[in-house]
């Protein structure tokens, strides 16, 4: 079936670079973009046209790490510093998951205001619970999220009896969990939940694990010092945080790892080598008192970085307000380090919230022909009246900066409008 949005498109097809087609025609087939047209060709001419008219069609965002039972305590312990935070109130929560049905009544809530917030893609950590993991893919995947999930693994340094596997049962319900993994858009990825939470024997198996199957990885690296001296002193053969990954063959093409805020020059290095992917968690790194991420650099150097919302350490899901967050940590950087005279730029941070998180999923460079399509429609009529007629390009940063969920028009997941209003 032949489908045609018209209206001002705005998409990202590399860093930096914003690519705008000023009331123009984006075609689908079947869900797949066929092209972009300023005038629709001859054989179009008849076929039906949804008409946003003056509305902004951009891509949707991709939150590339997010831990789901934490989505209850946003905006709580913003005071404690990361290993206080996580005993206090973090743990606590996601013991919590036990109940099915509080699970199934939480990642519903979650899932909606996901997609409605224009979240189309998304890399999640559940908890250790297998039940509550499959009610979470499920949710996702009816409300019309793509992307991983995965059920956590800890063996060690959790709530003993409430929180914390022991090893054998980690493994089995790992597994138990994979089997029950038939889920058309929302996929497995094993997570760790960073090495202080997993003992060696663990680390081995979930290694051997994603390697036999064909799994991606997600977990945590080099957020805070704290943490980066408690890891050295588990792993006193690692000189650096990264081994610790490395040892057990989850360091690899694709694995996913949030922070990376204190990463030096020779652990960036091997994020690059490799093909590891950073998650930038401004909003996080921020709240917990982590540091701020030296992102320009990083681009600069040609790592694959992308962006997360990262609740309940972030207190924002929207991936918009993500976005502008990691605009605003980068110029704090500016400001507080003339040596980093770069920051990121609106059209960057949307780069980095669209297509560079799209891509970890096989998509191409912005509202690619051949890729199904995932956007938004920004509804900006309710901004404030500008003192002069505003271009596409100045309307699009403004609704980065301003967009509510209620300026979100509709949402494309997949090549399928999801949320229509």
Not at 5 to 18: D, K, S, T, Y
Not at 291 to 315: K, N
Request: glycine share 8%; with cysteine.
């Amino acid at each position: 079936m032949t489908q045609i949005l018209r209206g001002n498109i705005v998409h990202a097809p590399e860093m930096g670079r914003l690519d705008i087609l000023e009331h123009g025609c984006l075609v689908l087939e079947d869900g797949v973009i066929t092209g972009l047209y300023r005038q629709l060709p001859e054989e179009l001419a008849n076929a039906g046209v949804r008409d946003f008219g003056d509305r902004l069609i951009m891509q949707s965002f991709a939150d590339m790490h997010l831990h789901a039972p934490q989505y209850p305590m946003l905006g709580m312990g913003m005071d404690l510093p990361l290993l206080d935070w996580l005993n206090t109130y973090t743990f606590p929560t996601e013991a919590r998951f036990a109940d099915v049905d509080y699970a199934r009544r939480v990642y519903r809530r979650l899932a909606t205001d996901l997609i409605t917030n224009g979240t189309t893609r998304v890399c999640m950590f559940s908890s250790l619970h297998t039940d509550a993991t499959l009610v979470l893919m499920d949710e996702l995947e009816r409300a019309g999220v793509t992307g991983y999930v995965g059920k956590v693994n800890m063996d060690r340094n959790g709530l003993p009896g409430k929180l914390q596997e022991t090893t054998e049962e980690s493994v089995r319900e790992t597994l138990r969990w994979l089997d029950g993994c038939h889920f058309a858009h929302v996929k497995p990825i094993i997570t760790p939940r960073f090495t202080p939470s997993c003992t060696d024997e663990l680390m081995t198996q979930l290694g051997k694990l994603a390697n036999e199957r064909g799994l991606y990885v997600q977990s945590h690296l080099s957020e805070n010092t704290n943490e980066i001296a408690w890891v050295r002193e588990l792993h006193p053969d690692c000189t650096q945080y990264w081994e610790t990954y490395n040892k057990y063959g989850m360091w690899k093409d694709h694995t996913l790892m949030a922070h990376c805020v204190h990463s030096d020059e020779r652990e960036r290095r091997a994020i690059k080598d490799a093909g590891v992917v950073v998650v930038h968690c401004a909003d996080s790194n921020v709240n917990i008192c982590s540091g701020i991420c030296p992102v320009r650099q990083m681009v600069r150097e040609g790592l694959w970085v992308t962006l997360g919302s990262d609740i309940a350490g972030g207190a924002q899901l929207p991936m918009y307000k993500v976005i502008t967050m990691s605009i605003r940590t980068s110029k704090a950087r500016r400001v507080t380090d003339e040596w980093h005279p770069d920051f990121l730029t609106v059209s960057e941070g949307y780069y980095l919230g669209t297509t560079a998180g799209h891509k970890y999923f096989g998509a191409g460079d912005g509202f690619a022909v051949g890729d199904r399509l995932h956007a938004v429609v920004i509804d900006d009529g309710d901004f404030p009246e500008a003192a002069h007629p505003l271009t596409v390009q100045e309307r699009f940063e403004r609704a980065i900066y301003m967009t509510h969920r209620h300026n979100i028009v509709s949402v494309w997941s997949d090549g399928r409008e999801v949320v229509r209003r």
